[in-house]
Each structure stands twice: as structure tokens, then as C-alpha cells.
Nanobody, 119 residues
Framework: QVQLVESGGGSVQAGGSLRLSCAASGRIFSINNMGWYRQAPGKQRDMVALITSIGSTNYADSVKGRFTISRDNAKNTVYLQMNSLKPEDTAVYYC?????????????WGQGTQVTVSS
């Protein structure tokens, strides 16, 4: 069984920074894309940032220049460094990973971590 465990959420004032981490564990053969999504109350879950297994990245326009996604393949971990945070960044942040286990390839989600940015 595969688990994604997130950490690093919290409350911060506008202009501040937070760093999210998400570690995958279990019977993992390999991990393809990893990413971060967010969902604000009453809204759909949207992509924030994606990173491929070789480090290519893609960002939502709303976070370009402020957020940086990275990964440590040896630790099966993905990070999201969030700088210059704005109140509109407030949401539950979820990590996602496309993981190849010994018997299947599937998408897995973390439990979510709350990020609250006050003005």
C-alpha cells in the first residue's frame, strides 16, 4: 500500500513564506509525475505545480515567480516552496503522485494540509 504524507502547512501573513513537503512510502517501484493541487472552500481543486521524474516543471499562472516545486527522488519526496504569499493562496493543498508499484500504475493523493494567508 502507498501513502503520501504531507507536512508544512500553517498560517502566515501576506508576503510570508511556507514550505510544504510530501513523502511517499510503501511498495514503490518508481514515481513519475508529482504535483501540488489546492482547493479553496466552494471551489474546485486546481493544479498549482507539477514536476516530472527528470525535473521538468509546470506552474499555474497565478503562482509563477512565487512558488517553486522540487523533488528528491532518493527520498520519494516533493516540495513546494511558497513565497510572497497572498490571501488568495488560502486553500487546502494536496500532493499527488503517479506511482508505479509492483502490481500497478496509479495516481495517489495526500490527505491535504491547510494553508491560510491573512492580509
Amino acid at each position: 500500500q502507498v501513502q503520501l504524507v504531507e507536512s508544512g502547512g500553517g498560517s502566515v501573513q501576506a508576503g510570508g513564506s511556507l514550505r510544504l513537503s510530501c513523502a511517499a512510502s510503501g511498495r514503490i517501484f518508481s514515481i513519475n509525475n508529482m504535483g501540488w493541487y489546492r482547493q479553496a472552500p466552494g471551489k474546485q481543486r486546481d493544479m498549482v505545480a507539477l514536476i516530472t521524474s527528470i525535473g521538468s516543471t509546470n506552474y499555474a499562472d497565478s503562482v509563477k515567480g512565487r512558488f517553486t516545486i522540487s523533488r528528491d527522488n532518493a527520498k520519494n519526496t516533493v516540495y513546494l516552496q511558497m513565497n510572497s504569499l497572498k490571501p488568495e493562496d488560502t486553500a487546502v493543498y494536496y500532493c499527488n503522485a503517479n506511482i508505479h508499484t509492483t502490481w500497478r500504475l496509479a495516481d495517489y493523493w495526500g490527505q491535504g494540509t491547510q494553508v491560510t494567508v491573512s492580509s
